[in-house]
């Protein structure tokens, strides 16, 4: 929706939009998540609802000017709540051709490209694929074309500062960035201050910059080419203090917070891998809150850490992703076997094997579930959004502390990478999830004498008792070997497993109990439920209309109580996932309903269009069904 407005000084007319998506795509040195952080930021401190979506290359330095160096930042602002990064952008910059030919499919039709011609040269093209140059040859008539000599403008602008021409050259991301911010209305000042701040040691290379984003700002007041300027309005969004926040980010503060609430020291064991790095970076800043981080020298390192830290009384953390969730397998069994509390965090990416290192996807819920020798059954969280990966971390905290067990905390490279405006919650509000300590014998022999005996059990929770070591007269054992219920005395006999086994699946199946039942959203008599989890909540939000109903999970293991029960309710259920189906299967398993799978392995999320797509598809089924008609399935 767009209006036209004249500004009260007659400087020049506005067009209003309730929305813009942009893309910032160029080579992996092209500095274009900066660029796209930027405007980001600028456009957050206005006051719009916005979602990211940033994208790199899988190689650490692909070869420049080639499609799989590309790296591009897309970016959602709107007047409105928003929650994904949008289907196609309105708006796509392209600062070379490898750019163009790798993003252009993303751009709506119609849309503005806008291009920087200078690298559109003869070895630049062959490096990208191109035969022949798509600035002269009619390939790009479906778009509205705009080309700007950048590099050449920005050297203009920096050369006479005393920049030479090569080091003038890295600045021309800031040039598109003034370039777009003119033509979006975005305040100058805080990406101005913010150059000023960062680059304040290197004088020339802050000098560079802030000329080149001021040339850009200025090209796009003096061209004639953008005919007038765009604007979108703040949001109206609810009072209260706000940032914008990346999902690991989120995920950071919200171990933090777990370990505040819990009244406990946090220890983090771990090995970097993309894309859950970022934990490790994050946490290592904030000490003063009682966190230790300690980057192991491999993922088995890292978990076995973990655990030794939660045997010690802290809030044992370890972060990977697919890979190191697999590596970490025995340990993760042995502290089922244990029944300590644990966090063990998975930022999905594509698999297998590497995959691809730098994409998100969400097909690691069959190892969460069932990745471990023997049965070893765990608790399984999953995030939905940036800003609820910091709550997702005080529920799996809470979890593994109630009940002394180790718990998933599945996040993805979408969700990690991702930001958008997050209020800041009331303290206050937050639960209190501390865990009194057991300090005195629990268990009085035949002969009368006082034991601590470490497997007795909570009756309501089957959580066994935590002590930490070196409590006088609360010495105990922990190992492999399966022990002994209630002493935790090595006990192999058929009886004591069978016995254990039992309890420790009894103990995890209880959760179910102490979660919120299965919500649904939408009308009473539809026909069709939209169920996700993970990161599709987002493109479900977006394309779920009144006539629909979705449901989103957070618990995946144990499912809600009442979830089988809401399932049978409907004619038809569709499940979006970044996999080949994992939640569907075990949902028609587990509730004996029509699921459907909607699958999506490209390395990227699902789009509203595309669940729109499918649901109108299974409408069409039911349609088909009621007529007497058949459909393919």
């Keep these: 929706m767009t209006d036209i407005v004249e500004r009260p000084d007659g400087a020049d007319e506005v067009e209003r939009l309730d929305h813009i998506v942009i893309r910032f795509a160029g080579d992996s040195g092209d500095g274009m998540q900066l660029t796209g952080d930027r405007f980001t930021s600028a456009s957050a401190l206005f006051g719009n609802d916005l979602s990211t979506l940033p994208e790199y290359p899988a190689e650490i330095r692909a070869p420049a000017g080639t499609v799989h160096g590309v790296s ?15 289907d196609a952008p309105s708006v796509l910059v392209a600062m070379n051709p490898a750019a163009l030919r790798a993003d252009l499919g993303r751009l709506e039709v119609g849309g503005t490209l806008i291009v920087n011609s200078d690298t559109f040269d003869e070895r630049n093209l062959a490096k990208a694929g191109y035969h022949s ?5 009619g390939s790009l008539a479906n778009y509205r074309l705009i080309t700007v000599a950048m590099t050449t403008l920005t050297k203009d602008a920096a050369t006479p500062l ?15 960035l003034g370039l777009v911010s003119f033509m979006y209305s975005r305040p100058t000042e805080p990406t101005l201050a913010w150059i000023d701040e960062r680059f304040a040691k290197t004088e020339l290379v802050q000098a560079s910059n802030r000329a080149a984003f001021l040339a850009g700002y200025h090209y796009g007041e003096t061209t004639e080419e953008f005919g007038h300027r765009y604007e979108v309005r703040p949001a109206q969004m609810p009072p ?8 690991n980010v989120a995920l950071s503060w919200g171990l933090v917070a777990a370990g505040q609430l819990a009244h406990l020291p946090v220890t983090l064991g771990s090995y970097p891998i993309t894309p859950a790095s970022d934990i490790l970076h994050e946490l290592s800043k904030h000490k003063h809150f009682g966190v230790r981080t300690v980057q192991a020298e491999d993922e088995i390192a890292a978990i076995s850490l973990a655990i030794g830290a939660a045997f010690s009384g802290h809030l044992g953390i370890t972060t990977t992703s697919g890979p190191g969730v697999a590596l970490k397998s025995e340990a993760t069994s042995l502290a089922v076997s244990l029944e300590l509390p644990l966090i063990i965090i998975d930022i999905q990416r594509g698999g297998p094997s590497t995959g691809l290192p730098t994409k998100t996807e969400a097909a690691d819920l069959n190892i969460a579930m069932y990745g471990r020798h023997g049965e070893a059954p765990l608790p399984v969280v999953a995030s939905y959004s940036p800003a ?5 971390a005080i529920e799996a905290a809470r979890i593994a502390l109630k009940y002394r067990t180790p718990v998933i905390l599945l996040s993805d490279g979408y969700l990690a990478n991702g930001s958008e405006p997050w209020k800041l919650p009331d303290v206050d509000t937050l639960p209190d999830i501390s865990v009194p300590f057991t300090t005195e014998h629990n268990h009085v022999a035949d002969d009368g004498t006082a034991e601590f005996w470490p497997y007795l059990r909570d009756p309501a929770t089957l959580a066994r008792p935590w002590a930490i070591p070196g409590t006088p007269g609360l010495m ?4 492999g070997i399966e022990k002994e219920d209630g002493t935790g005395n090595i006990n192999y006999t058929p009886e004591n497993h069978e016995k254990m086994v039992h309890l420790r699946a009894a103990k995890v199946a209880g959760i179910a109990n102490d979660i919120p039942p299965a919500a649904v959203i939408g009308d009473a008599d539809a026909d069709v439920c939209v169920l996700g989890w993970g990161s599709t909540w987002a493109a479900i939000d977006a ?13 995946l293991n144990p499912l809600p109580a009442n979830l089988g029960d809401l399932l049978r309710g409907f004619r038809q259920i569709v499940v979006p996932e970044l996999n080949l189906g994992q939640l569907c299967r075990i949902v028609r398993a587990e509730y004996l309903v029509d699921a459907r799978s909607i699958s999506k392995v490209q390395g990227l999320p699902f789009t509203a269009r595309e669940i729109e797509t499918a649901i109108d598809d299974a409408l069409e089924r039911l349609r088909t069904e009621a007529s007497g008609g058949t459909q393919a399935p």
Excluded at 133 to 137: A, F, G
Excluded at 240 to 247: A, F, L, P, Q
């Design 543 to 555: 394309a779920v209309q009144r006539p629909r109903r979705r449901g989103h999970l957070t618990h």
């Design 133 to 137: 140059d798509p600035l002269n040859d």
């Design 476 to 479: 105990h054992r922990i190992g």
């Design 388 to 392: 609820h990966c910091f709550f997702a």
């Design 162 to 176: 005393g920049v030479k021409p090569r080091d003038a050259d890295r600045s021309k991301n800031f040039f598109a």
């Design 240 to 247: 209260g203090e706000y940032t914008n926040i990346t999902g």
């Design 72 to 86: 591009s930042f897309q970016v959602h602002i709107s007047d409105h709540d928003i929650t994904t990064p949008g």
